[in-house]
């Protein structure tokens, strides 16, 4: 497993964030010029501030999004190579099973997929997942306002808890 993977994807968030700070002090400093063919030109000050700020919101959802997505196919990935390299295919029956499994884990669930770690990878950290997943797919199918996810998160704690998750069951395969 390769934690790398969502930290360079949370690097790019902490660059977007920042390219948000820039912009929003060229606004409060009133450098208008740097304005010039952007979607800010012409605007009124308070209206790009408020624009700004939902901005900064829908970039966090989208960045959970992106980690969780990268974290995803990284597990599909880290589980198939470990099918491959410790399977001993001693006889047809253990051949063909591993190859159905192998062709069918784009179709497995993320949840099955984390439970299927139980053994390496502790409860609690296997929680704090699924809640990201949750909030993950709310995000992903429209924010249903009637159900809610268990809890909210953000980008820095999203790639804290999948790096994580992924160093401790790295460290124990």
């Known amino acids: 497993m390769n934690e790398q993977m969502v930290s360079d994807v949370f690097s790019v968030y902490e660059a977007l964030k920042d390219s948000i700070k820039v912009t929003r002090r060229s606004i409060n400093k009133d450098f208008f010029e740097l304005h010039n063919r952007t979607i800010f030109l012409g605007e009124k000050k308070d209206l790009i501030l408020e624009k700004m700020i939902d901005v900064e ?3 966090e959802d989208i960045m959970i999004l992106s980690l969780f997505a990268t974290f995803e196919r990284e597990l599909r990935s880290s589980i198939q190579d470990i099918l491959e390299s410790n399977t001993n295919k001693i006889n047809p ?4 099973l591993s190859k ?3 062709e069918s884990i784009e179709r497995w669930t993320v949840s099955d997929m984390i439970d299927a770690l139980k053994d390496i ?4 950290l296997r929680g704090k997942v699924k809640q990201i997943y949750e909030y993950r797919n709310w995000v992903a199918h429209g924010r249903n306002q009637n159900k809610l996810p268990s809890s909210k998160t953000d980008p820095k704690t999203t790639s804290i808890t999948l790096v994580d998750f992924i160093l401790q069951a790295k460290a124990a395969i």
Do not use: A, M
Not at 121 to 124: E, G, P, Q
């Open 57 to 59: 919101n829908e970039l």
């Open 93 to 96: 029956t253990v051949e063909r």
């Open 100 to 102: 159905l499994t192998l």
């Open 121 to 124: 990878v502790s409860d609690n």
